[in-house]
């Protein structure tokens, strides 16, 4: 049995971002944008895409609060690999697949890597050109809708 921990440790996390990385670049993302993007990554029906890499617990909304640190823990991983590159300019502190990406992914072949890369392909396609901003409108917007549906299956016990 996978436990909840073991899905969100720092190599979990590592293998999540720069598979979110390499299908952004050239693009250059930061930690912000790598927290929603790995929300929509993993529980990607709440957004109208692919059935959902992770179980849709009732407390997936607080994963956002501890995501931050999580995606840090993650990029350090990658940055000892030398996987991933830090781009700092006006923005603040961006990160972007390195030359080795493409080349250590391709060698990753679970079934699990394998729909981490299609759900990377979808969240890219369907938010990599919206804002941060509309996405956390459209993650807030699915929150409603299930504690909507939660709370009326728990009104009518």
Not at 78 to 84: E, K, M
Request: charge should be negative; proline fraction near 4%.
């Amino acid at each position: 049995m996978t436990s909840i921990q073991t899905l969100n440790g720092p190599v979990e996390i590592a293998m999540r971002v720069l598979i979110l990385l390499r299908e952004a670049f050239p693009q250059a993302v930061d930690v912000h944008r790598l927290v929603l993007l790995d929300y929509a990554l993993l529980h990607s029906h709440d957004l109208g895409g692919p059935d959902s890499l992770h179980p849709p617990l009732p407390g997936r909304r607080s994963e956002l609060g501890m995501k931050r640190t999580l995606i840090h823990q993650g990029i350090e991983v990658l940055q000892r690999a030398n996987l991933v590159v830090t781009i700092i300019d006006d923005s603040g502190w961006n990160y972007q697949a390195g030359d080795g990406a493409q080349s250590f992914i391709a060698c990753l072949e679970s079934s699990y890597v394998f729909k981490l890369r299609e759900r990377s392909s979808w969240v890219m396609e369907a938010l990599g050109s919206s804002s941060n901003e509309l996405i956390r409108e459209k993650i807030s917007d699915a929150f409603d809708d299930w504690s909507e549906e939660f709370h009326e299956t728990d009104s009518e016990n």
